[in-house]
């Protein structure tokens, strides 16, 4: 019983250390594995506790070790991580930003929607909206400022803007010849301007569709260099998690993950909602460049998707 139960914390742990070995991005079962890596630590820890039964030594060094590989595979994450100054706190929030993915075939699209513009935005940054729902989308939209509603070429790859500041220099990057586009505007606001990358990389239920979307994630990194303006927002649907060697990393963006603490923004069942990034993955993203800091970070179910939709506000440094 002691060989068994050994055995699969060995494993357990050689999983958890995935993340930290460069090969595991070059592998698209490891990959997918990688993502997991907090739910294997969980196991870890839980199969550290009858190994203490068996062996009190054993259990304890099963469980340390355990500790600190996940650490030392997320020290990177919250490293960088800098607090608001209290400055910055008590003024208002400039941008209130909500961003959702509401699924192509939701049944209860206007249901979502609704819900959503409720909570009174400046920025609606939404993914997966169908092109055959665009009636609601203008709808929704009124006078305000909108991107996505195109006769042509509507909604590529599923994305759609609404916001109550003007968009301007709108670009289309068709990184992939179908399903690869990734969306750089910049957001005219008073006396700012901010420069929006906007992607939804294909979900990797293929070899073939992994590496797409690691072609799409690795399109941000010389797209942040373009950009004209040093207030940055790089946001969307991943379909991965931070600990991904192909997550997008560059010098000049921190990921809101790292300004906010754990939260999943998808769960293989709504019934696993309420236990938030601990039956969940946090696979939906936004990153900031150095001048913006994020805070008042949610998330919200979304009536017919299976992902969670990010609420937050930014503030400007200077």
Not at 74 to 88: D, G, I, R, T, V
Not at 188 to 201: G, S, T
Not at 294 to 299: E, I, L, N, R, W
Request: charged letters at 15%; proline letters at 7%; glycine letters at 4%.
């Amino acid at each position: 019983m002691l060989f068994i139960l050994l055995l699969i914390e060995l494993v357990l742990l050689m999983l958890i250390l995935l993340p930290l070995v460069a090969l595991s991005g070059e592998y698209y079962l490891l990959d997918l594995l990688s993502n997991f890596q907090l739910h294997f630590f969980i196991l870890a820890l839980f199969f550290s506790i009858p190994l203490l039964l068996k062996s009190v030594k054993v259990g304890a060094i099963s469980a340390v070790v355990s500790i600190v590989l996940f650490a030392s595979s997320h020290l990177w994450l919250f490293s960088m991580a800098q607090p608001l100054e209290k400055e910055y706190l008590n003024e208002p929030p400039k941008l209130h930003i909500v961003q959702a993915n509401l699924s192509y075939y939701n049944p209860v699209l206007r249901t979502a929607v609704e819900e959503l513009n409720s909570l009174d935005a400046d920025l609606y940054l939404f993914y997966e909206f169908n092109q055959e729902q665009k009636p609601l989308f203008l709808e929704i939209a009124a006078k305000r400022y909108k991107f996505g509603d195109g006769d042509y070429d509507g909604f590529p790859d599923g994305m759609g803007i609404i916001s109550k500041y003007p968009l301007t220099d709108i670009k289309k990057h068709k990184v992939l010849p179908r399903k690869g586009t990734v969306i750089t505007l910049t957001l005219q606001l008073p006396k700012k301007k901010l420069d929006l990358i906007l992607l939804h990389p294909p979900s990797p239920r293929t070899p073939d569709k992994w590496q797409k979307r690691n072609v799409l994630l690795g399109s941000v990194q010389p797209l942040v260099e373009l950009a004209k303006n040093k207030h940055i927002l790089v946001a969307g649907d991943f379909n991965t998690t931070p600990w991904s060697n192909h997550f997008p990393r560059h010098h000049q963006l921190t990921p809101c993950y790292q300004q906010t603490g754990m939260y999943a923004s998808w769960h293989a069942s709504k019934y696993l909602h309420p236990y938030g990034w601990l039956t969940g993955l946090p696979i939906d993203h936004c990153l900031t460049s150095n001048s913006v800091k994020v805070s008042q970070f949610k998330t919200h179910s979304l009536p017919g998707s299976d992902h969670l939709a990010l609420d937050y506000k930014i503030s400007f440094t200077d």
